[in-house]
Nanobody
Framework: QVQLVESGGGSGQAGGSLRLSCAASGLTFSRSAMGWFRQAPGKEREFVAAISWSGGNTYYADIVKGRFTISRDNAKNTVYLQMNSLKPEDTAVYYC???????????????????WGQGTQVTVSS
């Protein structure tokens, strides 16, 4: 049974930083691409960033490119999202997701991911 647990959310000021973590249980993590998505109130879930199983391939949404960095530690079964230069519009519930296909390709579509965490709230004030 795969379980993804996000942590590190909270409140921050515009221009500040937060780091999210997603700890995965199960045997598939080291061969899975991982993604971060977010959903603001009244909006659809949107792609933020993704990383391949090896960490060698990353992909970012334009709205976070240059501000957010996705990384992973396969020894710890954990994926991270470092968020810098936060903006109020980054306020959302952030979810991590696992794509268990063993492929170097990373995807932005939510439907490409097999497992999801419960989410962690990030609130950025101006």
């Amino acid at each position: 049974q795969v379980q993804l647990v996000e942590s590190g959310g909270g409140s921050g000021q515009a221009g500040g930083s937060l780091r999210l973590s997603c700890a995965a249980s199960g045997l598939t993590f080291s061969r899975s691409a991982m993604g971060w998505f977010r959903q603001a109130p009244g909006k659809e879930r949107e792609f933020v960033a993704a990383i391949s199983w090896s960490g060698g391939n990353t992909y970012y949404a334009d709205i976070v490119k240059g501000r957010f960095t996705i990384s992973r530690d396969n020894a710890k079964n954990t994926v991270y999202l470092q968020m810098n230069s936060l903006k109020p519009e980054d306020t959302a519930v952030y979810y991590c997701a696992e794509d268990t296909r063993w492929s170097p390709v990373v995807h932005a579509g939510p439907g490409e991911y097999d497992h999801w965490g419960q989410g962690t709230q990030v609130t950025v004030s101006s």
